[in-house]
Nanobody, 125 residues
Framework: QGQLEESGGEAVQAGGSLRLSCAASEHSFSTYAMGWFRQAPGKEREFVTAVDSSGRRTDYNDAVKGRFTISRDIRKNTIYLQMNSLKPEDTAIYYC??????????????????YGQGTQVTVSS
């Protein structure tokens, strides 16, 4: 099974921006839906966003809509999460996920087939 590797997480101040990347190890992921979940300390894991294999259809958690943007570069087998206007409540470990079924987009963790190890994002006030 292929692997997903996240990068880009770091500590930033509120109002700042970050871009997370998730590189897939196998070309087969180009046909998968991919997305991001996050888990804050002491809280349950939550859906953040997802994109279908074409990159044209997306879904966002209301908490990040208008601030976060998901995109994918099929040639590089990589997805990105551009995060703007970051808030302290965005602090979490962010996980990249992939799902063989490209559409409809899913919001449940268990709907996905592959998972990354996570990257830490810390937003200070």
């Amino acid at each position: 099974q292929g692997q997903l590797e996240e990068s880009g997480g770091e500590a930033v101040q509120a109002g700042g921006s970050l871009r997370l990347s998730c590189a897939a190890s196998e070309h087969s992921f180009s046909t998968y839906a991919m997305g991001w979940f996050r888990q804050a300390p002491g809280k349950e894991r939550e859906f953040v966003t997802a994109v279908d294999s074409s990159g044209r259809r997306t879904d966002y958690n209301d908490a990040v809509k208008g601030r976060f943007t998901i995109s994918r570069d099929i040639r590089k087998n990589t997805i990105y999460l551009q995060m703007n206007s970051l808030k302290p409540e965005d602090t979490a470990i962010y996980y990249c996920v992939a799902r063989r079924r490209s559409f409809p987009l899913a919001r449940m963790w268990t709907s996905y087939d592959s998972y990354g190890q996570g990257t830490q994002v810390t937003v200070s006030s």
